[in-house]
């Protein structure tokens, strides 16, 4: 399109020169002349503007022509969402091999939404160096495993947060036996960590802050890491502090090894869309406000069906009993209440996968909801 617009402007450009090197003559060239010129010079000036707006225009245009995520999911009738290669807690598969955690639950909700069907997921295991490229590339339609909202990776890299869906932050992990009882004491010690993370960015900020030495350890994966630590190979296991109780039910003795008291960092992890493409993008951030929503209203996956029959114009809204429904993201109307109904809500996930009633026994803290002294806050349904 550029090259054959570029030609032509060319040859126009030539036409003009030709018209005005005529010699005597073309000095007294007659109105019509110059009135041909002047729509020549019309037609340049147009074609150099189309020119400029096509070598301009942003990516995000190509994305858009190629099709909405969300036509893809429907007619594929299946939801391709990338999760850790096994993190306790947040995407592990279990004994059967069915993956599992708040991560996955996320994805089954996204499912629940779009298809109606919590079970129409198919899972696709990423390193953290794997992770970007497999969304970028199209490879999943949405990346849901423990990763950090940066600034970095919701700009340069082409990508959208969702939203939070677990406020973590860095901590560290030791054996009892070193009898350390703070991050403090740590100068000089070997140090497990899992390569291409902001864990190894903060890692290295903290020692430097600190006025302290370390020799890291770096493996590719959670597995490895933990693996690592359990064999001696380090003295210290740093990640987020929910993935260090996590890893350390993975130890040959869990009860060997104690999770010191510091947080060095910010940790909002949440899931992930490419950009250039809202229509899945407004699914995907409002699957998730939905469960939240729905806790703060206290509908669950067990009273969901009861709660039809709420007068609340909150939970009917929720439900898609009435509102805004599903038409504005290209959804049934009762999406929210198939989220619900077979997910759950966001306090239901949570206790499920990562709270105390887990094997990980997380309180909820900073994750409560915000009329219960958390951070946790979605926008309202209407």
Not at 37 to 51: G, N, Y
Not at 166 to 184: H, I, T
Not at 195 to 217: C, H, I, Q, W
Not at 329 to 358: A, C, H, M, P
Request: aromatic share 8%; net charge negative; hydrophobic share 35%.
């Amino acid at each position: 399109m550029v090259n054959k617009l570029s030609l032509l402007s060319t040859g126009i450009i030539a036409a003009l020169v030709v018209t005005g090197c005529g010699g005597e003559s073309s000095t007294q060239s007659s109105a019509e002349d110059q009135a041909k010129i002047a729509s020549l010079e019309s037609k340049v000036a147009d074609l150099e503007s189309q020119l400029k707006q096509s070598s301009t225009a942003p990516a995000a245009t190509t994305s858009a022509q190629s099709g909405s995520t969300l036509d893809k999911v429907k007619a594929d009738g299946v939801l391709t969402c990338g999760v850790s290669t096994g993190l306790p807690g947040f995407s592990n598969p279990n004994s059967k091999g069915e993956w599992e955690g708040i991560d996955v639950e996320y994805c089954q909700a996204v499912a629940a939404a779009v298809l109606g069907d919590k079970s129409k997921v198919k899972y696709v295991p990423l390193t953290a160096k794997e992770r970007f490229t497999a969304l970028q590339s199209g490879e999943i339609d949405v990346l849901s495993r423990n990763t950090t909202w940066t600034l970095h990776r919701d700009t340069a890299l082409g990508l959208n947060f969702v939203g939070v869906n677990y406020y973590d932050g860095q901590g560290f992990m030791v054996k009892k036996d070193l009898d350390v009882a703070s991050a403090k004491d740590l100068d000089g010690a070997s140090v497990c960590v899992q390569s291409g993370t902001t864990t190894e960015l903060n890692l290295a900020d903290y020692f430097r802050n600190e006025g302290m030495s370390y020799k890291p350890v770096v493996f590719d994966t959670a597995a490895q890491t933990s693996k690592g630590f359990d064999a001696g190979r380090c003295d210290v296991l740093t990640t987020d502090q929910s993935g260090l109780y996590a890893l350390r039910l993975n130890l040959a003795d869990p009860s060997s090894a104690v999770v010191l008291p510091e947080i060095i960092s910010k940790e909002p992890l949440g899931p992930v869309v490419r950009q250039g493409d809202d229509k899945w993008f407004n699914v995907a951030k409002w699957t998730l406000n939905t469960m939240i929503n729905a806790e703060e209203y206290g509908i669950s996956s067990e009273n969901a069906d009861e709660m039809l029959k709420s007068t609340d114009p909150n939970i009917k809204r929720i439900l898609g009993v009435d509102g805004p429904k599903g038409k504005g993201l290209g959804l049934n109307d009762d999406w929210g209440y198939q989220v619900i109904k077979q997910v759950g809500n966001y306090g239901e996930s949570f206790e499920r996968t990562v709270g105390e009633g887990s094997p990980l026994e997380i309180s909820r803290g900073v994750n409560a909801l915000w009329n219960k002294g958390g951070f946790l806050y979605a926008p309202p349904i209407r």
